[in-house]
C-alpha cells in the first residue's frame, strides 16, 4: 500500500470537531474542526494570543474542550476520546516554554539523563518506586544521541543553556518512540546558528517518522518536511491545507493584521512585513 493510502486508513493523530474553549468568561477556541493524519507534519502559525498554544494544551489533554449540546466527542487522538494521560504521553511527546521552565527550575535540579529516562513514568525525574530496566537505560541513551546531547549527561538542567535544555527535553519526548511530537514554539530563545541545528535535528525526527505538529509564529521555521498548515485567527481557523496554498502574502496579511510578504528560498519560507 502506498504511504499516503495507508494514512488514509489509519485513524487521524487528531479529529477535532467545533471543539470551543472557554478560559474565565472569554472564548479562547471558538468551535475549531481540524483534522491531522499520522505522518502530515503541520505547522500551526498564528499571531499573539490566537489560540495556538491553547489548541495544543487541548491536544495533550492539559485543558478541555466545552461539552457539546448534543454529547458527541468534540476531539479523538488516534481515533479515540478516552485517554489516560501517560498513555498518551507515550504516543506523542510534548515539548513547550511551560514544560522547559518546570524542567530548569534550579530550586528542584534535575539531572540530565534523570530528566530523560524518567520519560518512562510521566515523573519529573525518578523515584524510589520507579524500576528503570536497562532497556529504558539504553533507549534513554538513544533518545539523548539522537539530538546530539550526549555530552550533557551529569549536568543539571537548569545549569544548560536554552538551546541544550530544549535537546534533553526533545529526548525526553522521544524516550517512548512516540509516534508524534507536539513542539511549543521550539526555537524560542535559540540564537541563529543553534535555530538552524535544531532544525535540522527535527528534520532527522520526520525523517524518520515521527509526525511533527509545530507551533510557531515565524514562517522561517517551517520546515521543508511541513507540507500542511494550519492559520489561526481569534481561536480560529483561517486557513488549512499544503504550504504552497496557504503560505502567501494575502494569507499571512490577514493572519497578522500588517501588510507581509512572502518569499521562498531552499524549501524554506520568509515572511517581512510591508
Ligand atoms: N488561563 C487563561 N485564562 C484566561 N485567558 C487565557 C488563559 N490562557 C490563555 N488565555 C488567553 O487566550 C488567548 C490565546 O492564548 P494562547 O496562549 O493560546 O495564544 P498563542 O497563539 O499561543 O499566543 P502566543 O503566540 O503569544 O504564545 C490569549 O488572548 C490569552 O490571553
Given amino acids: 500500500m502506498n504511504p499516503d493510502a495507508s494514512r488514509l486508513q489509519s485513524p487521524p493523530l487528531l479529529a477535532m470537531h467545533e471543539a470551543s474553549v472557554l478560559r474565565g468568561d472569554r472564548l479562547i477556541l471558538d468551535r475549531l474542526s481540524l483534522r491531522l493524519s499520522v505522518g502530515q507534519h ?7 494570543g490566537s489560540g495556538k498554544s491553547t489548541l495544543i494544551k487541548l491536544i495533550a489533554r492539559q485543558i478541555y474542550p466545552l461539552a457539546r449540546a448534543d454529547g458527541a466527542a468534540t476531539i479523538q487522538v488516534f481515533g479515540r476520546d478516552r485517554w489516560n ?8 511527546g510534548i515539548v513547550s516554554p511551560a514544560v522547559q521552565t ?4 534550579e530550586d ?4 540530565v539523563f534523570d530528566a530523560v529516562v524518567s520519560g518512562f513514568f510521566a515523573a519529573r525525574g525518578l523515584w524510589t518506586e520507579h524500576a528503570v530496566t536497562n532497556v529504558m537505560r539504553q533507549d534513554a541513551l538513544e533518545a539523548l544521541s539522537q539530538v546530539d546531547a550526549s555530552h550533557l549527561t551529569g549536568r543539571h538542567l537548569g545549569s544548560l543553556s536554552t538551546g541544550e535544555a530544549r535537546r534533553v527535553l ?3 519526548a522521544l524516550v517512548h518512540r512516540p509516534r508524534a511530537l507536539l513542539l511549543d514554539e521550539p526555537c524560542t530563545g535559540l540564537d541563529p546558528a543553534n535555530r538552524r541545528r535544531f532544525l535540522e535535528t527535527l528534520r532527522k525526527l520526520a525523517q524518520h517518522g515521527v509526525t511533527l505538529v509545530l507551533v510557531t509564529h515565524h514562517v522561517e521555521e517551517i520546515l521543508p518536511e511541513i507540507d500542511h498548515v494550519v492559520v489561526l485567527r481569534e481561536g480560529r481557523v483561517l486557513h488549512a491545507g499544503n504550504k504552497a496554498s496557504v503560505l502567501t502574502s494575502e494569507a499571512l496579511t490577514q493572519a497578522f493584521g500588517m501588510p507581509m510578504h512572502v518569499a521562498q528560498q531552499d524549501g524554506y519560507y520568509h515572511a517581512s512585513v510591508g
Fill in 42 to 48: 503541520t505547522a500551526i502559525l498564528g499571531a499573539n
Fill in 85 to 92: 494521560v501517560s498513555e498518551l504521553r507515550s504516543l506523542i
Fill in 102 to 105: 518546570d524542567y530548569t527550575n
Fill in 108 to 111: 528542584a535540579p534535575l539531572e
Fill in 170 to 172: 526533545i529526548a525526553r
